[in-house]
């Protein structure tokens, strides 16, 4: 993976970039629009990105651990073969978002929005989620808002 030259790209607009084979580890974004962007073979282990848009992009075969991700849109974004492990999400909005083979152990998202995001292959071990909307969430074909509905009249 070659080094980035430059891991600042504060206010940054980056609207369909590709980033392929890069190194981004601690990487700084800050008010930046990565949207409809490519992200192919990218380490962004550790990175902070606070207040992005990577809506409407595909990210293959990326690493978020450690990252720190805050106001960040993830929305209508198709992500394969990622991680996530140990992320922080604050205020992320996942919103029908394609998560497929991604590990998001240990994992923790407070204030994110979930809705209508389907979620294949995704491991949630150890996950913690607060104050989420999961309108249409789908884990392995199974409608979460439904299953808890489901369980809480059985209460």
Same mark, same amino acid.
């Given at each position: 993976?070659?080094?980035?030259?430059?891991?600042?790209?504060?206010?940054?607009?980056?609207?369909?970039?590709?980033?392929?084979?890069?190194?981004?580890?601690?990487?700084?974004?800050?008010?930046?629009?990565?949207?409809?962007?490519? *992200?192919?073979?990218?380490? +962004?282990? &550790?990175? #902070? %990105?606070?207040? @992005? /848009? $990577?809506?409407?992009?595909? =990210?293959?075969? !990326?690493?978020?651990?450690?990252?720190?991700?805050?106001?960040?849109?993830?929305?209508?974004?198709?992500?394969?073969?990622?991680?996530?492990?140990?992320?922080?999400?604050?205020?992320?909005?996942?919103?029908?978002?394609?998560?497929?083979?991604?590990?998001?152990?240990?994992?923790? *998202?407070?204030?994110?929005? +979930?809705? &209508?995001? #389907? %979620?294949?292959? @995704? /491991? $949630?071990?150890?996950?913690? =989620?607060?104050? !989420?909307?999961?309108?249409?969430?789908?884990?392995?074909?199974?409608?979460?808002?439904?299953?808890?509905?489901?369980?809480?009249?059985?209460?």
């Amino acid at each position: 993976m070659a080094p980035s030259p430059d891991r600042d790209h504060t206010g940054a607009d980056l609207r369909a970039a590709r980033y392929e084979d890069c190194d981004l580890r601690d990487a700084v974004m800050i008010e930046c629009s990565l949207e409809k962007c490519t *992200l192919r073979d990218v380490s +962004l282990k &550790g990175a #902070t %990105l606070d207040d @992005v /848009s $990577l809506s409407d992009s595909s =990210i293959r075969n !990326a690493s978020f651990e450690r990252a720190a991700l805050d106001d960040v849109n993830l929305g209508r974004s198709k992500v394969s073969n990622a991680s996530f492990e140990g992320a922080t999400f604050d205020d992320v909005s996942l919103k029908d978002v394609s998560l497929k083979n991604v590990d998001a152990t240990g994992a923790r *998202l407070e204030d994110c929005n +979930l809705e &209508g995001a #389907t %979620l294949r292959d @995704v /491991s $949630l071990k150890n996950v913690v =989620i607060e104050e !989420a909307d999961i309108d249409g969430l789908i884990i392995n074909g199974v409608r979460i808002d439904e299953l808890l509905r489901a369980a809480s009249k059985k209460e």
